[in-house]
């Protein structure tokens, strides 16, 4: 059981430049989230599903884009790449059940996240 | 916009010390607090969680306290140890179940001085 799994570590990208941040979960949860964080600062939410096929904008959804094709994975696009998003990116998942109501499901594991520069 | 704020952005301890983490939030519809640990280089991680029908939660070696009224939100380490030198963060549901409207607070960064 890896729980999830971010691709790559780090990254140093140019300005306008394209890249996909992978994110993989083994733990079959549907709720899976991505974050990004800034120094000093608390984790924002960019983008999240509650399932395959189902995707919707977080806080910050701006210059990225997100697809849930399986419940395992949930990258995070970037287009075009920009200085301001430079920061730490971090993925995670949580089981969330309706009518259950209750613990574990704003239960998050993260990732060990993703270092992005953009210069 | 609602936010979560820390009274601390940094608090030295003397190991074996006890420890307090304070938090304040400001929606009052929020029903749901958690305590994540993030040390260097890795992801948050869960410590514990409460729900506003509680006032105090314990885990082991931490405790959890919740204030309604004036809306803060403690973490209480017993006796502490060099691996919890961390930074600390505190979150709030915004009264939704799923974690679309999860706040996370900036932190507060936890040194345990041997």
Same mark, same amino acid.
Not at chain 2, 17 to 23: A, E, G, T, W, Y
Not at chain 2, 44 to 60: L, T
Not at chain 2, 84 to 111: H, I, P, Q, W
């Given at each position: 059981?890896?729980?999830?799994?971010?691709?790559?570590?780090?990254?140093?990208? @140019?300005?306008?430049?394209?890249?996909?941040?992978?994110?993989?979960?083994?733990?079959?949860?549907?709720?899976?989230?991505? %974050?990004?964080?800034?120094?000093?600062?608390? =984790?924002?939410? *960019? %983008?999240? /599903?509650?399932?395959?096929?189902?995707?919707?904008?977080?806080?910050?959804?701006?210059? %990225?884009?997100?697809?849930? !094709?399986?419940?395992?994975?949930?990258?995070?696009?970037?287009?075009?790449?920009?200085? /301001?998003?430079?920061?730490?990116? #971090?993925?995670?998942?949580? %089981? #969330?059940?309706?009518?259950?109501?209750?613990?574990?499901?704003?239960?998050?594991?993260?990732?060990?996240?993703? +270092?992005?520069?953009? =210069? | 916009?609602?936010?979560?704020?820390?009274? =601390?952005?940094?608090? !030295?301890?003397?190991?074996?010390?006890?420890?307090?983490?304070?938090?304040?939030?400001?929606? !009052?519809?929020?029903?749901?607090?958690?305590?994540?640990?993030?040390?260097?280089?890795?992801?948050?991680?869960?410590? *514990?969680? *409460? +729900? /506003?029908?509680?006032?105090? +939660?314990?885990?082991?070696?931490?405790?959890?306290?919740?204030? @309604?009224?004036?809306?803060?939100?403690?973490?209480?380490?017993?006796?502490?140890?060099?691996?919890?030198?961390?930074?600390?963060?505190?979150?709030?549901?915004?009264?939704?179940?799923?974690?679309?409207? =999860?706040?996370?607070?900036?932190?507060?960064?936890?040194? *345990?001085?041997?």
């Amino acid at each position: 059981n890896a729980g999830v799994t971010q691709t790559p570590k780090f990254r140093i990208l @140019k300005i306008g430049q394209s890249m996909t941040l992978q994110c993989t979960q083994d733990m079959n949860h549907n709720y899976m989230y991505w %974050y990004r964080q800034d120094p000093g600062m608390g =984790l924002k939410l *960019i %983008y999240y /599903s509650v399932g395959a096929g189902i995707t919707d904008k977080g806080e910050v959804p701006n210059g %990225y884009n997100v697809s849930r !094709s399986t419940t395992e994975d949930f990258p995070l696009r970037l287009e075009l790449a920009a200085p /301001s998003q430079t920061s730490v990116y #971090f993925c995670a998942s949580s %089981y #969330f059940e309706t009518g259950t109501g209750e613990d574990g499901a704003n239960v998050l594991t993260f990732g060990a996240g993703s +270092r992005l520069t953009v =210069l | 916009g609602e936010s979560v704020g820390l009274h =601390l952005p940094t608090l !030295s301890v003397q190991e074996g010390d006890n420890s307090i983490i304070n938090c304040a939030y400001s929606n !009052s519809a929020s029903d749901y607090f958690i305590w994540y640990k993030q040390e260097s280089g890795k992801g948050p991680q869960f410590i *514990i969680d *409460i +729900r /506003s029908n509680m006032d105090k +939660r314990q885990g082991q070696r931490v405790t959890v306290l919740l204030n @309604k009224t004036v809306k803060h939100l403690s973490l209480q380490i017993a006796a502490t140890q060099p691996g919890d030198s961390a930074v600390y963060f505190c979150a709030e549901n915004g009264a939704n179940f799923g974690n679309e409207k =999860l706040t996370f607070g900036t932190g507060t960064r936890l040194t *345990i001085i041997p």
